[in-house]
C-alpha cells in the first residue's frame, strides 16, 4: 500500500480524463484525414465527374 491518501475525487476526474483522451486518439485515428487529403478526394471526385459527363450522349 501507498502511504499517502489519494484524493477520490481526483483519481475519478483523471480516470474520465484518461478515457477521453483514449477515446479521442481513437476517433483522430478512425476519421482523422489532413487538408491535402480532403483536397486531393475533392479534386479527384471532379475529375472522375468531369470524366463522366464528357462521355454522356446528346439526344
Known amino acids: 500500500m501507498t502511504d499517502k491518501p489519494i484524493n ?3 483519481a475519478r476526474k483523471e480516470r474520465a480524463r484518461r478515457a ?3 477515446k479521442a486518439d481513437e476517433n483522430a ?6 487538408k491535402a487529403q480532403k483536397e486531393a478526394e ?4 471532379a ?4 470524366r463522366l459527363d ?3 450522349r446528346d439526344t
Do not use: D, I, M, N
Request: glycine share 14%.
Open 8 to 10: 477520490l475525487g481526483r
Open 29 to 34: 485515428v478512425r476519421f482523422g484525414r489532413t
Open 42 to 45: 475533392h479534386a479527384e471526385a
Open 54 to 56: 464528357g462521355h454522356e
Open 20 to 22: 477521453a483522451k483514449e
Open 47 to 50: 475529375r472522375a465527374k468531369a
